[in-house]
């Protein structure tokens, strides 16, 4: 069955820093690319940063262009977001999904999220 799974989210201070982990399994990881969104109390989800299935290629919201940075590692069936200077307003749920492309196609899978909470 596919699944994905984040982890890495937690409780830091502005300026500090946070690597989440979208391991997954069930299906053909490299085949997919792999987006990471986020959405915040009382707002829409949002798009933050997505790579594509071979990693050659990546794009980043402009609010996080700079300090965040999107990896994946296709012998671990893991993408990996380094969030570096962390801003209250980065706090939200995190989620992870496979995507048929970056920019086009369909969504097909979704993780359950994790929590990133940044304190000023």
């Known amino acids: 069955q596919p699944q994905l799974v984040e982890s890495g989210g937690g409780l830091v201070q502005s300026g500090g820093s946070l690597r989440l982990s979208c391991a997954a399994s069930?299906?053909?990881?490299?085949?997919?690319?792999i987006g990471w969104y986020r959405q915040a109390p009382g707002k829409e989800r949002e798009g933050v940063s997505c790579?594509?299935?071979?990693?050659?290629?990546?794009n980043y919201a402009d609010s996080v262009k700079g300090r965040f940075t999107i990896s994946r590692d296709n012998a671990k069936n893991t993408v990996y977001l380094q969030m570096n200077s962390l801003k209250p307003e980065d706090t939200a749920v995190y989620y992870c999904?496979?995507?048929?492309?970056?920019?086009?196609?369909?969504?097909?899978?979704w993780g359950q999220g994790t929590q990133v909470t940044v304190s000023s």
């Open positions: 069930g299906f053909a990881f490299d085949a997919f690319a």
């Open positions: 790579i594509s299935y071979s990693g050659s290629s990546t």
């Open positions: 999904a496979a995507r048929e492309f970056c920019t086009l196609g369909t969504t097909y899978y």
